[in-house]
């Protein structure tokens, strides 16, 4: 009998804090890939500073991304079922799609600079829609769709947003990717597909999809 293959993590970086840590096409054709290949885990951290990712990057026009949010939004159904487990490590601030990516991911490790953010009613942000209320309660997703506050990590924590509040999230994530690699792979798609059935609804996931407007290129924010 064939030995098993060894587990296999991946760790992915957003790494442009000029331009606050914008997810990229890039990045996305990299997770995307990880989760066809099987990958056993994947971590998503973002370079030192106080923001972990603003949003889609804005350079790609409003053309751009249009394309990048449609191919964001397939994968945050594709990672809820996946037998790849996303890890994410943030210690700053997540807008628009850095928020997004927070959401998608199922287990999150973050720091005390941790912030959230997830819309903004001076450009019409509004992201999440499709996975708040499961994660925060009906009350807590209207309160920050609607008001267009942020979340400071320990309020984070304290609504069930996050998973776990830690000095050094990166190293945290890293070590539960490396374990949780070891767990047979039928066994973390089952897990992760029957909290999806019960957690998260892909039509609310289209529905966010199609809604979605490019962000004024004139914004305090990153979109997508």
Known sequence: MPPSPAPEYRHLILDDPANRNPVTPQLVDDLSRALDEGVDAVVISAAPGN?????????????????????????????????????????????????QLVLAADVRFVGKQFRFRCSDLTTGLAAGMWALPAEVGRGRALDLLLSGRTLEADDAKTWGLIDRLVPNPLEEALR?????????????????????????????????AAAFQPPSPHGDHQGA
């Open 51 to 99: 923001v972990f990712s603003a949003g889609g990057d804005l350079r790609l026009g409003p053309a751009g991304l249009r394309a990048m949010s449609d191919d964001l939004y397939k994968l945050y159904e594709a990672i809820s079922i996946s037998t790849t487990v996303v890890v994410i490590a943030a210690d700053g601030l997540a807008v628009g799609a850095g928020a």
């Open 176 to 208: 539960f990717a490396s374990e949780v690699a070891r767990s047979p792979a039928e066994l973390r798609g089952r897990i992760k597909r029957g909290v999806a059935s019960s957690s998260l609804s892909p039509k609310a996931i289209h529905a966010e």
